[in-house]
């Protein structure tokens, strides 16, 4: 969780992820974003997100991120 929390943090540094329920309602996070957070999670967690994963639903707080992380294999 703290490693996700960073991660995001590195992208929208401007933006407090630890208060927020939902990052794209919010703004926190645009298509953009969400593409170099799955490069991110990928590369730093060795996983593969399949495409059809990359939904606003998985990237909405941080537990979907986890719940996301640990479908595709990774550790959390």
Known sequence: ????LRILEE???EFDFRNSNNFIQ????????IIILVT??????????NG???IPEN??????INK???KCGGIA
């Open 40 to 49: 991110v999670l990928e590369e730093s967690l060795n996983i593969s997100i």
């Open 11 to 13: 992208i929208r540094p």
């Open 52 to 54: 059809t994963e990359i």
């Open 1 to 4: 969780m703290e490693k996700v």
């Open 59 to 64: 990237f909405k707080d941080i537990e979907a």
């Open 26 to 33: 919010n703004g926190f996070l645009d298509s953009f974003d």
């Open 68 to 70: 996301l992380i640990l």
